[in-house]
């Protein structure tokens, strides 16, 4: 499984947050690798009581920094107003610093409730952010693909990729 976009993250996290519309107090972390390609999903710990701190050092311990390039964080809840202070932010940005310095990069916090989510990061296609080189282009694993040469070989003779 290709990660495309935050929302694939949401889709992979919410089972574990509101499993049968009930919302539980679990942490939980998604990992891909440099190919964005699904690594894990797992829960972290089941009383996430709405900060982070205490969990830095297991959210990167379960992280295994040879095979995960790009992870993502979801939890119950919501974020403050923007324009508020919201200390989960900062705590965040703590552990963004912290996983860059294990060459590993987090992509991705939701905030997960019964209704839906809220993304503190990239939630939409990550080839639509221009200005966001940081984030992994995804869409050009499409031109890689052996299904999409040959499609495009008999759909279009002209096109550049059928020859690729």
């Not at 080189?133 to 031109?143: A, F």
Request: with cysteine; glycine share 6%.
């Amino acid at each position: 499984m290709i990660i495309q976009a935050g929302f694939d993250f949401v889709i992979l996290a919410r089972p574990f947050i509101v499993p049968d519309g009930r919302l539980r107090a679990n942490l939980v972390l998604v990992g891909v690798d440099a190919e964005m390609q699904l690594d894990s999903v797992q829960v972290i710990t089941e009383d996430f009581a709405g900060s982070l701190a205490p969990f830095h050092d297991a959210l990167l311990v379960a992280l295994d920094s040879e095979f995960t390039k790009y992870f993502a964080i979801a939890h119950p809840g919501s974020f403050s107003a923007y324009g508020c202070p919201d200390p989960i932010m900062d705590e965040a940005d703590e552990l963004e610093s912290k996983a860059a310095e294990r060459g590993l990069q987090l992509i991705g916090h939701f905030a997960v409730d019964e209704t839906g989510y809220m993304s503190a990061r990239a939630h939409m296609y990550f080839d639509q952010y221009p200005r966001h080189n940081d984030l992994p282009r995804t869409m050009l694993h499409w031109s890689h693909s052996k299904l999409l040469r040959c499609l495009c070989a008999r759909c279009d003779p002209l096109c550049q990729t059928a020859g690729a």
